[in-house]
């Protein structure tokens, strides 16, 4: 799978919003874009993911650069239980197994 | 609600101890499921995969006769980490792929501690 980089912490206050940024400049064609987060004790749980376009869902927005190399996952209001590591992991279509990253720890302030 | 079932959630026993972890897809079918682990601090690390009526695939550094994967179904897969010793404690979490192109499901994970 082609590598992510990612800052290794990031801190934000509460409900104000945070932009998670992630670079993959050796990105193919075919990957899909993905993030995950995990709660301490938890396994991961799926954010958001796409291909070109930028999506939207309830949990947060993927802004994806236009050449792809890099995307930026954007919380809008933080919330102390959005404290997690998130990953930003590029997969190949398909149903190939996710290899996760180091991702970011991020940590909100009350 | 969660979609892919794991148990147990802590698991506490002596070294020499074999520990079967079971991992179950709830309302779907998956011949294949995925096994990590997880040290304190790190990040997930995939040990294997397991297919429904064959052997699982195993990466490398990961000891087959250690940790044995079953997939007796299509919606149950167990690891048993045999003669397990205090080096083999660790996060275990089970996943099953979604649909194609579709978000990879996670199970809550499985403390396992090696006294």
């Known amino acids: 799978d082609a590598k992510t980089t990612q800052p290794n912490s990031m801190e934000s206050n509460e409900e104000e919003p945070v932009h998670l940024p992630c670079n993959h400049s050796t990105i193919s064609g075919t990957d899909y874009i993905h993030w995950y987060r995990q709660l301490p004790s938890q396994g991961p749980e799926y954010v958001i993911h796409?291909?070109?376009s930028n999506v939207n869902n309830r949990m947060a927005s993927l802004a994806i650069a236009e050449d792809r190399k890099s995307s930026t996952l954007i919380l809008h209001r933080a919330t102390l239980r959005d404290a997690a590591v998130y990953y930003c992991?590029?997969?190949?279509?398909?149903?190939?197994?996710?290899?996760f990253g180091k991702g970011t720890r991020l940590s909100v302030i009350a | 609600g969660a979609v892919v079932s794991q148990h147990p959630s802590w698991v506490i026993c002596k070294s020499g101890t074999s520990v079967k972890i079971e991992c179950r897809s709830l309302?779907?079918?998956?011949?294949?499921m995925f096994w990590y682990r997880q040290f304190p601090k790190q990040s997930l690390m995939l040990m294997a995969t397991s297919n429904e009526g064959s052997k699982a695939t195993y990466e490398q550094g990961v000891e087959k006769d250690k940790f044995l994967i079953n997939h007796a179904s299509l919606t149950l897969s167990t690891l048993t980490v045999t003669s397990a010793h205090p080096e083999d404690s660790s996060f275990y979490i089970c996943s099953a792929p979604g649909r194609v192109n579709q978000p990879q499901h996670f199970g809550d994970g499985t403390r396992l501690s090696i006294l």
């Open positions: 309302d779907f079918q998956a011949t294949t």
């Open positions: 992991i590029l997969r190949l279509s398909g149903n190939t197994p996710l290899v």
């Open positions: 796409g291909l070109t």
